[in-house]
């Protein structure tokens, strides 16, 4: 039995999970990568790609720290950027 809701909030998951993996491949990353610069295990990193599993509110800074974006992007206020790798 589903609970009002749970089929938005399962859409919003795998649209957060969506952005992360975007962004992750337009910087080049590995999920091993991020989830290292984050401080979680590539498993709960991988879970958060997926939308399986989601970031705490915690996270979400964290997140628009490595991927160089606005935290809003990661609570879906905000529109995705388009990133590029950082050349050395």
């Not at 999920?31 to 915690?58: D, M």
């Amino acid at each position: 039995m589903t609970r009002p809701g749970d089929e938005k909030r399962a859409a919003e998951r795998k649209a957060l999970g969506l952005r992360l993996q975007v962004l992750r491949v337009q910087l080049k990353h590995t999920q091993t990568e991020v989830a290292n610069a984050l401080g979680v295990r590539r498993n709960l990193y991988a879970a958060w790609e997926s939308g399986t599993s989601e970031p705490g509110a915690l996270d979400v800074p964290r997140l628009a720290e490595v991927f160089r974006v606005s935290p809003g992007v990661f609570t879906l206020t905000d529109a995705m950027p388009d990133i590029t790798p950082e050349t050395p």
